[in-house]
Structures are given as structure tokens and as C-alpha cells.
């Protein structure tokens, strides 16, 4: 459709992903614009990647599928940059929005010489200030109608309002609309405009189509016959915090071992010997619980940054 | 094996990582612990629900025992179905005859609610199955919704905080005493912090000649809107505030496993975790009070009853 | 049992011909097969047939182990677990009985378990009525399962027999109800034959799955769920599995008819290849049907009868061999459903004929509703519509209720 703007967000189960296209839409019914949220719903659970689509346009939309082509991107959740294919299908002249402490041009060449121009804010940062929890969303949102203005400010405002006016505290919701404001300011855009070159990390079509199962080659049934074949799904990314053992205090009780979730403490010869951050998600109990309190649990951004 | 951690970390974990339970979940921490304590191979049937859909997720498994699930409300009877089968083909000399030990695990929807009639049928034809409660108190799978096991007082989706109503009305169903009330050899309430508590039941539930049925407290970060690393402590909170009493029912004989050095009052309950935060505005004082009276009352029944069973 | 058995012959490897009803005939079937494990609840009328079996059970005249359950409900569940252990399960229920199984046969077929399901079939409440139709069956019609509907005691046993057979058939792996018509079939009693034990035993062999949750050895994970990707792909790998069973019924069915010198078909059409007016149904009213058909051929009606052994998978392209050239074709039904241009059975018909290129005039009756009696003049009057319409005279209304309208 002509004028229609697609937007893609990826985020993580908590992080306000779902609410945030929703406040767009409903900013854009105030304008009396015609418009589509739709959340993606997998079998994941809170911090592991979802997507949300919202659809904006001057007539009404009857399409009722997942953006594959989106004309901007909002990545809620530094830690998701290295995801293989976050870029996928992104428009060459399109916008990524990334709610980061990194440049816009550390995310280039993270996300390597992908399409689209590249801003940066740290929204978690700016959240945490207005509200006190570090809810990326709605500072990104007004990062994003700054670069695009899709909806105007106040009607986004006034869908904040609406949206949280009775369920949280006055407080909360100047917090969010100061967060707004903030989040318009302190957008960050690349120093070296991109060259326009189609990501390296993109699967090509080909190897889309080779990976892509058939119907014929499965069991009949959809019995698994590989027991434990989940250690192939690498639950790691979906940390933002990570657990540090002091190997030097551990005590080796196993107690870190016996409560963990995910089943990440190696042992051997009755001793703790290995984490596995393959498949740690950061829920910290472990450290909650270690007796000796030699567990630490350490921003994952510690890590990126290097 | 002894019940000893160093000793029991040199066994495989049957439960792989990579599924999708949310982090800080506990119910992979109960399972883990359960199959950890089973010395004999295991086959288990799981009921719709975080645990079923996070493990599952195809063509991943995090199952290393043979598993099946089929609906949200019949697990008990799924299973069974698998351990009349194996009576069956044993009998017959089709299969060899060896201890498997055979488990449901459902959470508080499937066993309190959906699926009462299914356990109440399987407990009654006495199969030799362990049936697992993993208590998490509402429908965390399908988003937080309240369930028969939802204390009084809790906030979810379909008990919401509102203008008139605080939360849910009624008090919990104590599905644990109405599977004692089936007559069966073992039931028993644990938790996942006590982890030796957990696993000793375990074994002895397996161990009888006839149904068993444990039922877990499961803290859920979504649900009940605590921090990701507190589950473990929340569930020994839930035992120090008499709140989730550790017990068993032995043949017919009550047994308190644990008495609380200092029951810690119900308001430290409360201020744990999210569910509770409106009960801490001054106009529903008196439902803590009611809900502080609730669990004393509870607390001296559930004493008089092992009382009568005799002394700790 | 408690009906007279009259002995035709004495040796074991010759077939026994006995006077029972449908019920006890498949009572008899399920001994000869000797599921490892049957879960039922009883329902009017099975029940009489999961009496027998009980007896059979109590006598130690089978292997089995009877889950005597809950509900109908748990006991497709109990068999699900079973059948996904290893085990060779059948059950058997009626009316309500199957619709409160209808969320898990649809677990059964999508986990390509191959379940043995005896049908007696009855009505759906309400208002309550215990008597025979096909309304339970038609309402699991589109679950996955293989369906089919016997016209008597001795089809009731037959299929029951081959029933077993055509749901672990590789190709398939699909479960399987066998239908019989509650009363008029359960509870009459009739001459039939019953095959030795030993034939029974060749005729069905073994059951080896490829997987099972008992071989702890290679634990398998069964019942997973599917994300958007996977969903479509099993349900495709499904449909094809429903659709070879197409040959694999038929195959058995000549099998069988070596075995016993009673072949079986997908269908069975009768005086039907000269003829230009043609009945469709299922089930035991055929008998009145090809009444009505001889007396109608007497007075030169070019009258000719479909009836259908198997419904699902729909045998479309046979019914329109069968129904090709003919000027006006009716469907009977014996459910009624609601909102639609006429019977189930009915508008598979017209797909049928539609996809294959004929375009007979057609039309579509109830009949037999809760135990009503269908007699032969109800099907003549059927002939004398499809001759009035095959003339070109006003259309009738789309749907029509035998012996009512």
C-alpha cells in the first residue's frame, strides 16, 4: 500500500515489545489513521527473543501476516545485535533503532555492512531514571518519532495517558511521558552514513530453502527421537546478566547445582568445574543461594563491550 | 545411592537445558530434582502446561526418559494407560520384567482443576504412578489466570486488583488432603528449597505398591511477581510462614516433616512478591489479618492431624 | 455370552456359525484379537457388548488388561498412553460416549496411534435419546480417524477384524472406528460366522511399533508441539496417511475375502450399473433399500443402490465411477446437521461427483433419527422423487426427512 510503514520490533519477554506497538496504534487511531499491532507468540517465556509487528498507513490495512520486509527496525534488547538474521529483509533506504550504551556505528559494525541507517539510544538507561525499572520502550518510542514521525508526539502522549492512567501510579506515568521526551532528545545517528550493502549474516534464499523441513522427511507423529536434543537450542542470548564464580571461595556444596533451572553447572569428580553460558539465562539463584556467596552476577553488557 | 548432592551430581541430568521455561523458573528445578532422586528407569506423561510447552518445543526435546504428553486435563490417565501397558506385556512375556517407574507431572490447573476427575479415576483403579503437582497457584501458562489453587487475596488476569474487588475471593481448594482422602499409600507436600525433603519423598513414593501423589510449590517469577533469582527463597519463606507446610501422608498416617523454629508471620508472605502488593494499602489490613487467622487455622488442623498420627 | 451358539462345525480351523447379536459378535472379535489392553465406560447400547468382554476378561478367555475408567474421556486417554507403550488397545463407547472423546481423537489420529474403536452407534442429546444413528460418527467424521460402518452383524465382525489391520498398517498408522448400528444391529441377534481363534491370530500378526515409551532404551518424546512451521507439516504428512488408507482398506478387505470367502470393498453397489435413479447411504438400512429396489426394478424402475463400506477416507473417486451416468442420485443420512445444503453424507456425494465431472440431479434426505425405522416404501418414495426431478418437474427443498415430510 502506498505510504504504509512497516515496523519490526525485537525484544525480549518483559521488555514492553507487545505494549509498545500497541501505544503506536492507538496513537495513530487519535490521529484517525489506520494501523496494526500484531504480536508473534511462540513457545518462549519471559527474557527469551519476541517479535511485534505494527503496521501505519493512510488506508485501511486488511493484511493479516508477519512483516517480512519491514521498513524499520526497533531492537529493544542489545543483547539480541549478534541473533543471526535480525536484519533479515530489512528495506535498503529503511531504519534501525537500537536502545544501546554502543554508538550507532560500534552497532554497524556489529551488525556487520547491513542495509538501512543505523541510530542509537540508551533507552534502558533513561527508563531506569524516569520510572525506575529499565523498560526500553517507550524512550525508543519517542527516538523513533523523532527520526519518523509516523504519529505526532502528544498523540503518543496522550495514548500513554490513556494506557496507564488508573493502572500505575501518577508518578509511573509521568515517569513514562518524561521518558518520552528524553528518549526524542538523545537519539544518536551514525558519524559515516552505511554504503548500502545487503548483510553478510543474512541467509542467502538458497540456504533458506535447503534448511526449510519437509513434510515428508518427518516422523510420523512428531515423535522426537533424540532425547535431550534441546541442548542444541542455546538459551544463553536471553541473559542480561551473568553468573561469575569465584572459583577461589567456592566450597563446592553443589547447592548452585541442584537449584539451577537450566541445568548449567558441569561437575566432575564431585566438584563444580564449568558454567555452561551456552544455555544460562541469568536468573541468578545461584548466586542468590551460594552459601559462600561466590557467585556475582555481572551486566551481560560488560561482556559486549569488552 | 545416598541422598547426598556431591554423590548425586555424578548422575546424568535427565532433563537437558535449551528449553524455554522462563528464567528463574522452579518447575525444571522440581523435575530435575525429582529424576535425580528416581534410581530406576523413568517414563513420564506430562499435562499441558509451561513445563509440557517448554520442554517440548519440536523437533527439541529436554526429555532424556521416554515422555509423552497428550492434554491438559488427563495425564494421570495417560499414564495410567503406559503402566497398564507395561503390566500387560510383562504379564504376556512381550517385555521384560524390570522395575520402570512411572510419573505425571501436571500443574495446579491440571491437578487441582481440569483434571481432577482423570487423577481422582487413576488413584482409584491404584495404579502404580507417581502423580507431581507443580503448584505455581494459577494458569501461568496461558498468562496468569487464577485457578482453584490461587490463594485468597492474590492478584491474576481473572482475579484482578479492581475499584470494588481485592484480588481473588475465595480461599484455596487443599487438593493434597482430598488425594489422602483417596486412601492411597503415599501423599506428601514439598517444596524445591528443601531438596532432601523433595527427593526422600520421592523415593518413597515410587517405592509403594499403588499410587502416590506429591504436591510442589512451584514459585513463578510472571505469577506471583518476584525477582528472577528468588524462587528458592520464596519457597522456603512459604514453609516459614506455615503458609506451605511440609508433610506427608503414610498409609493413612500423618507425618509433619518440618516445624518451623519461628512461624514467620503472613505479612512477610505478602510483602514478597507482587500478586500481594495491594494488600499492603491500609483499606485491605484486615485481609491479612483474615488471611493471618486462615493459616493459623489451617496450620492447627494439619498439627492435630499428625498429632493423631503421632509424634514427630 | 448368553445367545445360543450353534456349532456348523466342531474343528477349531473351520469357521463356527453362531446366532448372536452385532454387540456379542464384536464382543467375540475383540477376544479373537486379544488387544494387550481395552479402556471403556459404559454407555447405552455398547454396554451390552463391554459386558461380554468383562465376562470374557473375568473368565480368563483373553490376555487383556481391562482399565475399566472414569469416563470416555479417560478412556481414549488410558489407549493413547497404551498404544504410544506398545501396546495393541481397542475400545468401544456410543453416542455422548464418543463426543466426550472428541478432543483427544483428534490426539490419537495427529500421534498416528493405531487405536481400534467399536462404534454402537446413537444419537446426540438433546433431547436425550439412547436409540441408533449415525450422529456420533458423523460428528467425528472429520477427526482423523478411518471410519467404517458395518450393515450387520457379520460386517460388524468382519470389519473389527480388519480394522486392526488397516490401523497399523505402515502406510497408515491412523486409528480406526468400526460402526454398527446401535439396537438395530447391536441387540439383534443373527446367523453369522465366526472365524477359528488360530486364522484370527495369522490374519492380524503381531503389532511391532517402530517406537515406544517402554523402550527405555531409546527414549523417544511423544505429543510434542509445533510452532507455525511444523504444524502445517505434520497435518500434510496426515492427510496423505488418511489417503492411503484408501488402498490399504481395500487390499485387506481382498485379503480377508481370501481368508473367508467374504471380500470387501470400499462400497458395494447393487442392480446399480444399468440404473438411472440411485440411493446412497450406510449402514443397516441397506436391506430395505435393496427391497425397495427389487420391487421398483419390477415395475421397470431403472432404481440401483450405493452403499458405502467405508467413509473416511471418502472413496470419491469410486462413488463417482459408480455413480457415473446416472440422471438423478439421492444421499440418505441418518444425522441431521444443521445449517448446511443437505446431509454430510450428501454433500460428499456432490464433491464427489463435482470433482469427477458428473452432474446428476441430486438430492438429500435424513432418515432414521433416533431409532426411527426406515422400511422399504420410505426408500420408494425416495425412487419416485428422483424420478420426478430426473423428469425435470420443480426442484424439491434441498433438504428432505424421510417418512416426516
Known amino acids: 500500500m502506498e505510504g504504509m510503514v512497516e515496523i519490526r520490533w525485537h525484544g525480549r519477554g518483559g521488555q514492553g515489545v507487545v505494549t509498545a506497538s500497541e501505544l503506536l496504534a492507538e496513537a495513530a487511531l487519535l490521529e484517525g489513521k489506520f494501523f496494526q499491532a500484531l504480536p508473534e507468540f511462540g513457545a518462549e517465556r519471559s527474557g527469551a527473543p519476541i517479535r511485534a509487528y505494527t503496521r501505519l498507513g493512510p488506508e485501511p490495512i486488511q493484511i493479516h501476516y508477519a512483516i517480512a520486509e519491514p521498513d524499520v527496525l526497533v531492537i529493544l534488547d542489545p543483547t539480541l545485535l549478534d541473533t543471526p538474521g535480525l536484519t533479515q529483509g530489512l528495506k535498503p533506504e529503511g531504519l534501525i533503532l537500537v536502545n544501546t550504551t554502543a554508538s550507532p556505528d560500534q552497532v554497524r559494525s556489529l551488525l556487520g555492512a547491513t542495509a538501512g541507517a543505523v541510530y542509537t539510544l540508551d533507552a534502558s538507561a533513561i527508563a531506569q531514571r524516569a520510572i525506575g525499572r529499565p523498560i526500553p520502550n517507550v524512550p525508543l518510542l519517542g527516538a523513533l518519532l523523532t527520526l519518523l514521525p509516523l504519529v505526532a508526539l502528544p498523540s503518543l502522549r496522550e495514548s500513554i495517558q490513556r494506557r496507564l492512567q488508573g493502572r500505575l501510579s501518577p508518578a509511573v506515568v509521568e515517569g513514562n511521558l518524561r521518558a518520552l521526551e528524553e528518549g526524542a532528545q538523545a537519539v544518536r545517528r551514525e558519524q559515516s552514513p552505511h554504503n548500502g550493502i545487503p548483510s553478510f549474516r543474512e541467509p542467502s534464499p538458497a540456504a533458506v530453502a535447503q534448511a526449510a523441513p519437509v513434510w515428508s522427511a518427518l516422523d510420523p507423529g512428531g515423535v522426537i527421537l533424540r532425547p535431550g536434543s534441546s541442548i542444541d537450542y542455546e538459551t544463553g542470548s536471553w541473559r542480561s546478566e551473568r553468573p561469575v564464580i569465584n572459583w577461589d571461595r567456592c566450597t563446592h556444596c553443589m547447592l548452585c547445582w541442584v537449584y539451577c533451572p537450566d541445568s548449567c553447572f558441569s561437575v566432575q569428580g564431585q566438584r563444580l568445574v564449568d558454567l555452561d553460558y551456552t544455555h544460562c539465562k541469568g536468573c541468578g539463584i545461584c548466586a542468590n543461594q551460594c552459601p559462600p556467596k561466590c557467585i556475582e552476577m555481572v551486566p551481560e553488557l560488560v561482556f559486549q563491550e569488552g | ?312 | ?405
Open chain 2, 1 to 312: 545411592m545416598p541422598l547426598n548432592l556431591r554423590e548425586l551430581s555424578a548422575k546424568e541430568d535427565l532433563l537437558a537445558p535449551g528449553h524455554r521455561l522462563c528464567a528463574g523458573c522452579t518447575e525444571s528445578i522440581v523435575v530435575r530434582q525429582v529424576l535425580l532422586a528416581i534410581q530406576e528407569p523413568v517414563v513420564v506423561a506430562c499435562a499441558t502446561g509451561c513445563l509440557e510447552i517448554g520442554t517440548s518445543p519440536f523437533p527439541f526435546t529436554s526429555w532424556r526418559v521416554p515422555w509423552i504428553h497428550v492434554a491438559f486435563e488427563n495425564a494421570a490417565a495417560v499414564i495410567s494407560g503406559v503402566e497398564t501397558a507395561q503390566r500387560s506385556l510383562v504379564r504376556q512375556g512381550k517385555l521384560p520384567d524390570r522395575p520402570v517407574r512411572f510419573l505425571a507431572f501436571g500443574g495446579d490447573g491440571a491437578t487441582y482443576d481440569i483434571g481432577l476427575q482423570w487423577l481422582s479415576g487413576a488413584l482409584e483403579r491404584g495404579h502404580h504412578f507417581t502423580y507431581i503437582c507443580l503448584n505455581n497457584e494459577a494458569y501461568m501458562n496461558t498468562g496468569i489466570q487464577r485457578s482453584s489453587a490461587t490463594p485468597r487475596g492474590g492478584w491474576t488476569t481473572t482475579s484482578p486488583v479492581g475499584k470494588v474487588i481485592p484480588g481473588k475471593r475465595e480461599p484455596r481448594k487443599d487438593i493434597t488432603a482430598i488425594m489422602a482422602a483417596h486412601n492411597i499409600p503415599y501423599v506428601a507436600q514439598a517444596t524445591p528449597h528443601g531438596w532432601k525433603d523433595l527427593m526422600t519423598k520421592v523415593r518413597k513414593a515410587v517405592a509403594v505398591d499403588g499410587p502416590s501423589f506429591i504436591n510442589v510449590l512451584s514459585p513463578c517469577t510472571r505469577g506471583w511477581r518476584h525477582e528472577l533469582d528468588e524462587g528458592i527463597e520464596l519457597s522456603k519463606l512459604a514453609v516459614d510462614t506455615c503458609i506451605w507446610p511440609l508433610f506427608e501422608v503414610e498409609s493413612g498416617v500423618w507425618k509433619l516433616s518440618h516445624r518451623p523454629s519461628r512461624k514467620k508471620p503472613i505479612l512477610e508472605w505478602i510483602k514478597s512478591q507482587g500478586r500481594f502488593s495491594h494488600l499492603l494499602r491500609p483499606e485491605n489490613q484486615h485481609l491479612v489479618e483474615e488471611l493471618q487467622v486462615e493459616v493459623d487455622h489451617d496450620w492447627e488442623k494439619l498439627l492435630r492431624r499428625c498429632d493423631a498420627g503421632g509424634p514427630l
Open chain 3, 1 to 405: 455370552m448368553t445367545q445360543t451358539r450353534v456349532m456348523k462345525d466342531t474343528l477349531a480351523t473351520s469357521p463356527r456359525v453362531v446366532a448372536l447379536n452385532g454387540a456379542s459378535l464384536v464382543a467375540e472379535a475383540i477376544r479373537q484379537t486379544d488387544p494387550d489392553v481395552v479402556a471403556a465406560y459404559p454407555i447405552t447400547p455398547q454396554t451390552i457388548l463391554m459386558e461380554a468382554f468383562s465376562q470374557m476378561v473375568a473368565d480368563g478367555r483373553v490376555r487383556t488388561e481391562l482399565v475399566t475408567v472414569e469416563s470416555e474421556h479417560a478412556a481414549m486417554s488410558v489407549l493413547i498412553g497404551a498404544c504410544a507403550a506398545g501396546a495393541r488397545v481397542q475400545s468401544a463407547t456410543s453416542g455422548a460416549g464418543l463426543a466426550f472423546m472428541w478432543e483427544l481423537l483428534w490426539c490419537a489420529s495427529g500421534m498416528r496411534l493405531p487405536i481400534v474403536m467399536h462404534l454402537v452407534s446413537r444419537s446426540l442429546s438433546a433431547p436425550l435419546n439412547i436409540l441408533g444413528d449415525h450422529s456420533d460418527v458423523m460428528g467425528a467424521r472429520d477427526t482423523g480417524w478411518v471410519q467404517l460402518f458395518a450393515e450387520d452383524g457379520q460386517e460388524a465382525y468382519d470389519n473389527a477384524l480388519q480394522a486392526v489391520r488397516i490401523a497399523e498398517h505402515p502406510e497408515v498408522l491412523l486409528p480406526v472406528m468400526s460402526a454398527q448400528d446401535g439396537f438395530s444391529i447391536s441387540h439383534s441377534v443373527e446367523r453369522a460366522e465366526v472365524l477359528p481363534d488360530e486364522l484370527v491370530r495369522s490374519f492380524i500378526g503381531t503389532y511391532a511399533p517402530a517406537h515406544s515409551l517402554l523402550d527405555i532404551e531409546r527414549p523417544a518424546t511423544f505429543g510434542a508441539n509445533d510452532d507455525r512451521q511444523f504444524f502445517a507439516l505434520h497435518k500434510r504428512q496426515q492427510y496423505e496417511a488418511m489417503e492411503r488408507a484408501l488402498g490399504v482398506v481395500s487390499a485387506v478387505g481382498q485379503e480377508y475375502g481370501d481368508l473367508t470367502g467374504r471380500s470387501y470393498g470400499l462400497l458395494e453397489a447393487y442392480r446399480l450399473k444399468d440404473a438411472e435413479l440411485a440411493v446412497v447411504l450406510m449402514g443397516s438400512a441397506a436391506g430395505a433399500a435393496r427391497a425397495a429396489v427389487d420391487k421398483l426394478r419390477a415395475a421397470r424402475v431403472p432404481a440401483g443402490l450405493l452403499k458405502l463400506r467405508l467413509y473416511r477416507p471418502f472413496p470419491a473417486a469410486a462413488v463417482a465411477q459408480a455413480l457415473a451416468g446416472k440422471r438423478a442420485v439421492a444421499a440418505l443420512d441418518r444425522s441431521a446437521i444443521f445449517g448446511a445444503q443437505g446431509g454430510a453424507l450428501f454433500l460428499d456425494v456432490c464433491s464427489a461427483l463435482a470433482t469427477h465431472g458428473a452432474a446428476p440431479r441430486m438430492l438429500s434426505y435424513v432418515y432414521g433419527l433416533g431409532g426411527r425405522d426406515t422400511v422399504p416404501s420410505h426408500v420408494e418414495q425416495v425412487f419416485r422423487d428422483l424420478e420426478a426431478v430426473a423428469r425435470e418437474e420443480p426442484a424439491l427443498p434441498a433438504q428432505r426427512f424421510l417418512g416426516l415430510d
